[in-house]
């Protein structure tokens, strides 16, 4: 029996990694004999880089600055395909994450996207070819600015200086000198992975639907607005390119940069991340396929990993099993999805805080209990 055990990640308790391994080993005590690939998905967020490296692809580090200057390690991934093309794998997150920021206002407004500017440098001269962008877990909202910075574009206020880093600075910008922006940006294909429709500014654009959640008060979301609006304006004049399409206010407006100076693409995270890693390779052959999340939600029946896998297995004539933290939709609304089973670590764990603390024991009960019961 050939099982692929291809979760996301139980945020706040485990990684994809880590949840295969716990599947992994539940599922063996009902299967011994079962050959039980582990095999970590993602929807294009974080999670991306993981998903890679559990592909194959060589796991870097390097010195980069944050979010709001401070120094850090950030990991990005790169590998050489027997066609010749070096393809690299960058998170926001990684770089640029909210998790090294304290989410208050004075931060929203000072957070910036430079270090992720320098994970790209780092790739290109690394000899990459292609690099996905996976966005997710983002602290700025500046619309990419800060990493063309660190890609060597000056933005310039109106007497010619430059205009300090962060979302909050970016409506002072009026021009851009290109002069020293890197020649390599035009001769490298950018794929960026984004699953929501908002456009770069506006009511439903990046600093008034994301930004409260970085810190922004209602003063702060505003200004941050106004700059993404004056950043889409230079941008237009600079290239030609209107930003202001869905799908660019993903991460704080990271993508409207590399729409603007780059050949781009915006991809669905789920597809992108299963091109990239193999996914349908994996698929061909197998007889059961095992996935979950922390949450199974509405959300997750938009498209997010564990369904989108599921519903490539169901094409495919193969049941799947969820097994998820928790499970917030119907049995009826899983089976549409070609899910044959389910199960829940709160069904097994003594309360929502020990199913956290404990989530690799809970996960690997559970995954026996619904084998055995399936």
Known sequence: MRILIAPDKFKGSLTAAE???????GALRVYPDAVA?????????EGTLEAAVAAGYEERLNAVTGPILAPLGAAWAIRKSDGGTVTAVIETAQASGLASMDPTPENALRAHSYGCGQLIAAALDAGATEIILGLGGSAMTDGGSGALRALGLKPLDAVGNVVPLGGG????IVSLDTSALDPRLAATTFRIAVDVRNPLYGPSGAAHVFAPQKGADPDAVELLDAGLRNWASVLREATGRDVNVPGAGAAGGFPA???AFTGATLEGGFALVAGLTGLADQLAGTDLVITGEGSMDSQSLTGKAPIALADAAREKGIPVIVVAGRILVTLEDLARHGVVAAAQLLDVAASPADAVANAGKYLAWATTQVLEGA
Do not use: H, N, Y
């Open 19 to 25: 949840a295969a391994a716990a599947i992994a080993e």
């Open 37 to 45: 690939t582990q095999f970590p998905i993602a929807d294009g967020g």
């Open 169 to 172: 600075s970016q409506a002072e």
């Open 257 to 259: 940069s590399f729409l």
